[in-house]
């Protein structure tokens, strides 16, 4: 398993690529690795042939846990599967009633286990496993809090090894029969009436995420009404040569990171994370900004130090990260240590969004849709009426880490600078 990241430290098997005996060249796909950031594929590290697979779909193991054997012509052959195994995970034959006077099972000991239901006796959490079995550590995690003997379990990893999706498939029959005496009393459903659809890693990821987020922090909603006339006038300055040289088109979002950043400079508490009963001030504007991958959920990559950049470096890297988080091409350090959020729905309409704050961040922004309306514009020689694009951004913050006057006065000045500012564009 290789270091993925900084901050990685396990992943879990998606597909293998290839199958035993298959050839495989350098550099070529071998497996996909999940990790509770991103989805990678893996490469060969040589050219050969694909001599055993230790660690079957599903499986979660540590960094540097072998997990396949690559025989390269000229080398010696030989074998990792001992190598690979933690030692605690060596197996032991049962122990007492169950064992005969040489250690081996006791006749009928197997099957009076299996007869059994999950067990009640003994330490809490205890894992019992068959002889020569060898558990990953997500197994034996899912067999201890569960209270399972392996025993019952049908494995159909190589070799008969139990894996974690034979786990879960056995805890998911075991609620369904628990819950099919119920489900018998009920109105029988017609067939096609509902339709069940399991969470990706990357959405349960994402839930596990926002339901924490919520019951750490203290969510506090504002929110003001910019006038983007200023940006637009810009904007179409440069529009048709932008896209000509670059293929897409300049949105709202890098002249609002920039103006975030900016402003971000002079209000640092917002720039930070809670540690404790501290708050920790980040010396750089590492801005992520959220990805919508469709179905599957979101990300937030970060670009770091953005503080730096200008709007036309901004909407680069916007649309660069952006293009890598659809085509799955983010490497796990691409999600870390972000240190601000931006959220961009506005190019649904949308009119106001309370985002939920990326922890361990203490505010996050929303730029909703920008619409045209008309507004009152003040000047010396009197009020007019006017039509000019108008948009809301709305900012979640930890009241923890500041108060609703610091927050008010942050997004008083990003509307500032939307509104006044000179932005230099390099088409």
């Known amino acids: 398993m290789p270091q993925l990241g900084e901050t990685v430290t396990e992943g879990t098997i998606a597909s293998w690529h290839k199958k035993v005996g298959d050839r495989v060249e350098a550099d070529e796909i071998l497996l996909e690795i999940e990790t509770d950031k991103v989805s990678m594929e893996i490469p060969s590290p040589g050219t050969g042939v694909l001599a055993q697979i230790l660690v079957d779909v599903g499986e979660t193991v540590p960094v540097g846990t072998v997990l396949a054997v690559v025989e390269v012509a000229g080398e010696p052959k030989g074998t990792a599967a001992t190598s690979s195994a933690p030692a605690a995970e ?14 081996a099972a006791a006749p009928g000991a197997a099957a009076a286990s299996a007869a059994r239901g999950p067990s009640s006796s003994g330490a809490a959490g205890a894992v ?41 498939r056995y805890l998911q029959g075991a609620k369904a029969a628990v819950a099919e005496p119920r489900a018998a009393e009920a109105r029988p459903e017609t067939p096609g009436e509902r339709k069940i659809v399991p969470f990706t890693r990357i959405r349960k990821l994402t839930a596990e995420h926002m339901v924490r987020s919520k019951a750490t922090s203290a969510h506090v909603l504002q929110a003001v009404e910019v006038d983007f006339a200023n940006v637009d006038l810009v904007r179409n300055q440069v529009r048709d040569a932008w896209r000509g040289r670059r293929g897409y088109s300049l949105t709202y979002l890098p002249f609002i990171a920039s103006a975030v950043c900016e402003a971000l400079g002079e209000f640092p508490n917002l720039n930070a994370s809670v540690e404790g009963d501290s708050l920790v001030i980040h010396p750089h504007v590492n801005l992520a900004i959220a990805v919508d991958l469709g179905p599957e959920g979101l990300v937030a990559p970060v670009i770091r130090s953005a503080e730096t950049l200008s709007v036309t470096e901004l909407a680069e890297a916007i649309h660069e990260i952006a293009n890598r988080a659809r085509q799955g091409r983010l490497k796990p350090d691409d999600l ?52 000019r694009p108008v948009g809301i951004l709305a900012q979640s913050f930890d009241h923890r880490a500041v108060d609703g006057a610091y927050s008010g006065a942050f997004l008083s000045r990003v509307k500032k600078i939307l509104e006044q500012r000179r932005f230099g564009i390099q088409p």
């Open 90 to 103: 060596s197996s032991s034959a049962p122990t007492g009633a169950a064992t005969g006077g040489n250690g």
């Open 128 to 168: 019992r496993r068959q002889p020569g079995q060898r558990l990953s550590p997500a197994v034996r995690r899912l067999a201890a809090e569960h209270a399972l003997e392996l025993a019952r379990i049908e494995g159909t990893g190589r070799n008969g090894r139990i894996t974690r999706r034979d786990v879960i």
């Open 336 to 387: 870390a240590g972000g240190t601000y959020t931006i959220s961009n729905n506005g190019s649904f309409g949308t009119l106001i969004t309370a985002p939920i704050i990326n922890q361990p961040q203490v505010a996050i922004l929303s730029t909703d849709g920008v619409r045209k309306k008309p507004v009152v514009v003040e000047a010396p020689e009197g009020d007019s009426i006017a039509i």
